[in-house]
């Protein structure tokens, strides 16, 4: 029993870094990953039965957030160094496992499928891609601050954790329309330096606030939608999904950061890594799913 438990921890704890890593790279979408790992219905659930089921939620939810935290701290240089010498082929991977998990997301619905859902999802796919065309995004100025700047940032968290919770849609994207993203990166990266402490945190604490406000929020919304209009909200999941796959390459080809160069070595790995991040996912789901029906059947018995 106890092995068991240990298992599922170790488990949670790396769909956790998963989820962190996807964190580090524009155009990604924790939620995404969550769908993806069959962990987002459960992930829902502890959230928003945190106070009604307080220590089965945080069992559940602790390792996920250890695991988030880990990958987004330990890996944002290697995948920033990635990204800044081959982003095509670093992106194309996890693009792979993105396309690699779309047919077991669409079995959950597969023979539901009426008009609306399928309005729902090509509505849900524009939404995603229009995010990539919204040029410069809003400008503001955060070296001084005042109530109005610590109520944008709370806002801005808010919409920032539509992110977390709906699948396909990036954080990173939404904190750059709003004109924050800049202003975070650099924020954190002068706390882990130990600079200007005090204006750096206040600049985090009003986004962390509507950060956590915001995901409790779309969790209970997503939670109704999911039980009340199943085939319609998985729809507009796999439209996130889908349209996040067209965003994520738009962002990797227009960034300026990080410069895509379209060589045929850059070209071919990066065709590569995507069909290893494809088969990658399909086997990890062929598995997971194999072993979920063995479940049931001894359960049955």
Do not use: W
């Not at 939670?223 to 965003?247: E, N, P």
């Amino acid at each position: 029993m106890k092995t068991n438990k240990i298992k599922n921890f170790l488990s949670n704890c790396v769909k956790g870094v998963a989820i962190g890593v996807s964190m580090i790279i524009p155009g990604f979408s924790g939620g995404t990953i969550a769908v993806l790992m069959n962990i987002y219905d459960k992930l829902l659930e502890a959230v928003t039965g945190i106070f009604k089921n307080f220590k089965k939620s945080i069992l559940f939810l602790l390792p996920i957030i250890i695991g988030a935290v880990l990958g987004f701290v330990g890996l944002v240089v290697p995948l920033e160094y990635g990204l800044s010498h081959i982003p095509l082929i670093i992106v194309s991977l996890f693009v792979g496992l993105i396309i690699g998990g779309i047919p077991f997301i669409y079995k959950k619905v597969q023979g539901k499928e009426n008009l609306v859902s399928i309005i729902v999802g090509l509505c849900a796919m524009a939404l995603t891609i229009s995010l990539c065309f919204i040029k410069g995004g809003i400008s503001i100025d955060f070296s001084s601050l005042n109530v109005g700047s610590f109520l944008y940032l709370i806002l801005a968290g808010a919409l920032a954790s539509i992110a977390l919770v709906a699948p396909g849609i990036s954080g990173s994207m939404t904190l750059m329309v709003l004109g924050v993203y800049t202003t975070i990166i650099t924020s954190l990266k002068e706390i882990l330096s130990f600079e200007n402490l005090v204006h750096n945190a206040l600049l985090l604490i009003p986004l962390a606030i509507g950060l956590v406000v915001g995901f409790f929020l779309m969790s209970m919304l997503m939670k109704y939608l999911l039980q009340k209009h199943t085939t319609s909200t998985y729809f507009a999941i796999l439209g996130f999904i889908i349209g996040s796959i067209v965003t994520i390459y738009y962002v990797t080809i227009t960034d300026e950061q990080y410069p895509v160069v379209f060589d045929a070595p850059n070209i071919i790995f990066s065709v590569i890594t995507l069909i290893v991040g494809v088969v990658a996912a399909f086997l990890v789901e062929h598995v997971a799913s194999k072993k979920a029906r063995n479940i049931e059947e001894k359960e049955g018995e």
